[in-house]
């Protein structure tokens, strides 16, 4: 395989290539691009071997964690789901120029408002070498020129990927880049690269969101951040309220929108505390607590929160209780410190169920179900470049369509303003 | 008329109002939104006499240009337009809460994509007073608080309109805020109260949208930046190109979709140039060309462009005009200098027109029309917030749909993820 651009030359260099190349791919059509899709495909699935050998390389590093270990790890199947992500990716209708809208003015004028590219995609990124593929065909679907940083612990694995994504035939020179993991300096070029990169979408966590959102001179889209929280209100199911949330804490606790905190209303605290402290700590969840389930609790393991508790996100098998006085209260806590990801109320009362749904100020906010459902699989959208929280551009999971921007087309006959 | 929070108190204290202002504000039902804005129109009205004894006091400044004085300037014509524009976004309809999608998964989770408040909305601006009306009625009608940075050169005016918007009955507290003018730290402060302020839309020259981007830690939508081309193809209609171009740059050269620069394709330039150069000057337009429209243009007056002339938006009196060796040349040249407002191709031949549209990278790209059309009431939108030239969240005129975000709602029965 020939060494490309993606491993030699400055990150500025990187940067104005990919620049260059953002409009050769938005030529690409849609043929073309599925064409390059499932060659990328092919070409992960045949390299298994060297993929697996770079990964042996990342994993003998000596300061991983087991955690860490496990998002970094590669194997046969997994190389497999790449592949099939790729694979699946090809199949989601092409969103570069659909026409959103169309329409004539009395003056003549028609309008058309149609998706186009957004140009070069910066993506930062940690551990996970799958959300090298994921992102490069994701951006690449859309038309898209993409530059990636990822974790200096994948960075074997993260190459030879970009490696071998490419090296497929079709891809345009530029369009693929990936930027030296070994250093900070990539990243602060990258984060004010203005008038070369177009949006920067960081995918990690919470210190690394604070640096590019702090930092960045360019447009980002923030997502990851988790820290999300179950009300069971007074007229909850408690059976129900069981099963949502030790699914939502316990299911898969190292992922954004895992529960990290429960709220408990105070006409049901004294029985319903007690009850879940316990399946909790069965569950060998942690569990800390406020001083009113410190008190309902009495006897059983848990530990007073602090106030830096709230607002924190555990990312592992830990939550903290709160009892609160009404719904208002429980939402108004939430508004204060969620990261406005995902937020679940458990109630059979419809009236509240509706004022926790539309006033909670989150990207997705549940009524009977388990916060883990914020995924753009879980949601229909087919494949996910993340999880907004923020609100401008897109919020909550977020695929292909977010990945361009709008332009209008006008066609006239010679008008002008008058 | 009594004092209010928005001429006392710190940038800080401010900021704090309207965030907790902002859930308040989510609350108005559009009843009560639109029964504000018909009495802040009255308000208007009715203090037409303080409004236009504030304004004096702004404009026997000293340091004002003209341009700046008309800008500035007040009289009772202009008190009743604006009373007028936040009666017409009375009469809007509502985009909070509206559906935009709504669909239920296999496993029974009931989703709804809706539109929702953005909370905060951050207004850095100059000059011009009506900005402050404008804003305030499109910000309040999408349910959102608004915290307005206008210029020091409209103190007095600015003050009086927030006074008097800010004292009609239903008005939350804090729900509008006026930053003092008279310092930059209160742009600093706003431009980084991240928590506080959701988004902050710039409106003004370059200068202000670059400090805003270059130093802004929230998300920005930019606005305004104007560097616009008109390209005469070589299939191009020579009267029409003519009226094209003279409207685009004369019509009201001071504005963001005015034509800057001209490009003229080199089979028609012997021809076209002269031509086109008389007209201007007759105009009374300054023109600069590159060395063959100076040589074409032999005993006009045309100054030779420098570089800097191809990133200049001149706001005035003044275009710029280059000979392109082709359509490819064109879009290339546009895409490398344009700001990405409005573009304009004029020819009679789609192929080249539909070339033109689809990879010149702007918000509004026209065929056979002026560029002076990008504008949200010649768009058919109603009001308009600004133009925006950034890829994210929105692209080219804006109004009130894009002063919201979205939110999921998702309704289940207890479903937990396996």
New interface residues.
């Given amino acids: 395989m020939a060494t490309s651009i993606i491993t030699t030359g400055s990150t500025r260099g990187k940067l104005l290539a990919a620049s260059s190349a953002a ?1 050769r791919l ?2 690409l059509s849609t043929a073309e691009k599925n064409g390059i899709l499932l060659l990328m495909a092919d070409a992960l699935e045949s390299n298994t071997a060297s993929i697996l050998r770079a990964n042996e390389a990342d994993l003998k590093s000596s300061e991983l964690s087991s955690a860490m270990r496990d998002r970094l790890l590669l194997n046969p199947e997994r190389v497999a789901q790449m592949a099939q992500g790729v694979r699946d990716v090809a199949g989601l209708p092409d969103p570069a ?1 659909e026409t959103l809208a169309e ?1 004539t ?1 009395p003056n003549g ?1 028609r ?1 058309r408002k149609i998706r ?1 590219p ?2 070069v995609v910066g993506v930062i990124y940690e551990s996970r070498p799958n959300v090298t593929v994921d992102s490069v065909a994701l951006t690449l679907k859309a038309g898209n020129a993409i530059v990636l940083r990822g974790g200096k612990e994948a960075v074997h694995s993260n190459r030879q990927l970009a490696e071998i994504l490419t090296s497929v035939r079709g891809v345009p020179v530029g369009a693929i880049a990936l930027l030296d993991s070994s250093t900070r300096d990539s990243v602060k070029q990258l984060i004010k690269a ?1 008038g070369l990169v ?2 920067l979408i960081p995918r990690g966590g919470q210190a690394l969101i604070d640096q590019v ?2 930092n960045a ?1 360019i ?3 923030e997502t990851g951040a988790g820290n999300c929280h179950i009300f069971v209100d007074e007229f909850a ?1 408690f059976e ?1 309220a069981d ?2 949330v ?3 804490k316990t ?1 898969r606790p190292s992922v954004c929108n895992a529960a990290e905190k429960l709220l408990v209303h105070e006409r049901i605290a004294a029985e319903y505390i007690p009850r879940i402290v316990r399946k909790l700590c069965g569950a060998g969840v942690e569990v800390r607590g406020d001083s009113r389930t410190c008190r309902l609790a009495a006897g059983m393991r848990v530990t007073p929160a602090q106030p830096s508790d709230w607002d924190e996100e555990y990312l592992g098998l830990c939550i903290a209780l709160r009892v609160v006085p009404d719904l208002q209260e429980a939402i108004a806590h939430i ?1 204060r410190h969620s990261t406005r990801n995902s937020e679940s109320i458990v109630t059979r009362d419809e009236a509240d ?1 509706r004022e926790f ?3 909670v ?10 916060t ?3 995924d753009g699989a ?3 959208f087919g494949a996910e470049m993340g999880i907004s929280t ?7 999971p977020f695929g292909l369509a977010e990945l361009t ?14």
């Fill in positions: 409009p938005a030529r120029y329409w003015r004028l309008i186009v957004l140009g203005r177009d949006v959102t702090q001179t447009p980002v889209i199911d129900m099963c949502i030790l699914n939502a299911q508004n169920a749904l539309r006033f100020d989150s990207a997705a906010v549940y009524w009977n179900a388990s883990r459902f914020t879980e949601f229909g923020q609100k401008l551009h897109c919020r909550g921007s709008t332009k209008y087309e006008v066609v006239g006959s010679g008008q002008v303003r008058s």
